[in-house]
């Protein structure tokens, strides 16, 4: 045996083990939970198979007393006998199929909240690196695959394997030597699931994949159709959409291709057996005079046999699909954050919540430095702000104090604790958070805003609103607080979605409020109601504010200047002005000549004049 040969022998060696293993593994994670459920199913299923024996067996008595002997007395006996068989394996069919739909829904449900909890665990830069509309669309996919494999493998033991077992056993009564004829198609058939088999296994993960970006593509054109619009991209989409539906047809119809293999090599072989054993047993009851009863009972119990041989044959090739989908769903399960709580973390509690950033340092994943040395002191109950161009790093401050990210070096400290050495939980919670867009999720606006804090009551959310200038709003809409906002509030303007979010915030009555260009994005009208509300909730809270507008930091009691990745400036809006060729000062100057008050335009100036 060559080395290639031996390494690809031990490769599909190794694939086999992990999929014992992880069959093993559904099985364990399952088998307890519904036991007494799987036990009624396989009762039920075993009744089925006793029936479709007995549909064989009784064909002997039918021909040989029936219409041979002509035995009229047995006629009701017989037919009755039929009659009560059928009416069992009918009753058996409909509790077993009830029965494993229950115990699929369920597991499905589980997996689906099992999933979702581990998600929801894992750390932001997850999500960064794997788009949301593949995910989503590979849980939608993968998650009945748990359920699949339990089904199937139970279904094809319990029913096929019994029926098949029973009907061989009515073979082998009726005649042992037609029996061993019909088995000699096992052998082809055996090779044939075998190639089959792996020759599904890459195409199968290949086409799992592919679908996934489809469904994924799609959403994300849905969810941008106002961009899709306002620039034209249909078009354009639509070629690239194409393209990858095409390379998911032509996936599955490869995998089509190579799963049906095994339909005309199990037709052609089972013609073989059954045309054999027809022509063995008519020459037999011709020459030899035997009664043609056994004869018939064989036939019937080949043909019965025919279908629950064939689903076990296929069921390699079925189970090897699911078993696919279902290692993809356990990928995710099995992750390990990597951001977790370190061992014996602690409550966040401090005295003051006052911010230290000390000597912090931070890289994102493709080495593209964000903070170098960076340190300063948000001061407790008071109001920081920190300015700067685009990439400077200011929102990257933002998401080390929530812990999204862990800096390189350095320390972030509240209330003189690192935040590294508390649990992530009490540490969010001691914060509030106003982004740039903020996002709001389906239901109604009383819902949105208890996201803050669930336990906040009715009123506490009516006061909250009040104070974030929404309730007013809010009060003219069909239902007022119980109004459903769409997806992500599409049926509120940029100003009213603010407030909901500053609502929020307040709700929470957390002692640390992070404002991320809360403002940024809206009109003046609803700038100046926003800064109100802010205004409002940042009184005796710890505040940072990411800003680019002046009006936002005029008032703020530190004033924290960034330009890439460090501290350039730091004082209140007083001594910055007046620090000469400073670039705070620049921004101040140009906020005064009536330009657009942003740093992006004091750096401009400053490039012009050189």
Known sequence: MTEKSADKAA????????????????????????????????????????????????????????????????????????????????????????????????????????????????????????????????????????????????????????????????????????????????????????????????????????????????????????????????????????????????????????????SPISEMLGGFAIAGVVAYGGWRTIEGGQPPGSMFSFITAVLLAYEPAKRLARLRVKLEKAMVNASMIYEIIDMEPRQRDIEGATTLQFETPDIEFVNVSFSYADGTEVLSGVNFTAPAKQVTAIVGPSGAGKTTIISLLERYYDPDEGQILIGGQPIGEVTKASLREAMALVSQSPYLFEGSIRDNIRYGRADATDDEIEEAAKLANAHEFIAATPSGYDTLIGENGVTLSGGQRQRLSIARAIVRNAPILLLDEATSALDNESEKLVQDALETVMRGRTTIVIAHRLSTIRNANKIIVMDRGEIVEEGDHQALTKKKNGLYAKLHALSSAGELPTVEHAEDADRNNV
């Open 11 to 262: 490769s599909e060696a190794n694939e086999r083990s992990q999929a014992f293993e992880l069959l093993a593994r559904i099985f364990r994670e399952n088998a307890s939970r519904y036991k007494s459920r799987y036990a009624v199913a396989i009762a039920c299923l075993v009744v089925i198979a006793a029936t479709t024996a007995f549909s064989a067996w009784i064909m002997r008595d039918v021909i040989d007393e029936i219409f041979v002997r002509q035995r009229s007395e047995l006629i009701g006996i017989i037919a009755g006998s039929i009659v009560l068989a059928f009416a069992i394996r009918g009753v058996a069919m409909y509790g077993q199929a009830v029965i494993m739909a229950q115990i699929g829904n369920d597991l499905v449900a589980r997996y689906q909240q099992r999933v979702f909890d581990k998600l929801m665990s894992l750390s932001v830069d997850y999500f960064v690196e794997h788009r949301s509309g593949q995910l989503a669309a590979r849980l939608s996919q993968n998650v009945s695959a748990i359920r699949d494999v339990l089904s199937l493998t139970i279904t094809a033991m319990a029913r096929d394997l019994l029926s098949l077992i029973g009907l061989v056993a009515v073979m082998f009564i009726q005649d042992w030597r037609l029996t061993l004829i019909t088995f000699l198609v096992g052998p082809p058939l055996f090779i044939a699931i075998a190639y089959i088999t792996k020759r599904s296994r890459t195409i199968v993960r290949q086409s799992v994949t592919v679908n996934a970006r489809v469904i994924g593509s799609l959403q994300e054109a849905v969810q941008g159709i106002s961009v899709v619009k306002a620039f034209t991209m249909e078009d354009q989409l639509s070629k690239r959409i194409s393209k990858i539906i095409r390379e998911a047809q032509m996936r599955s119809d490869k995998l089509a291709s190579v799963t049906q293999r095994l």
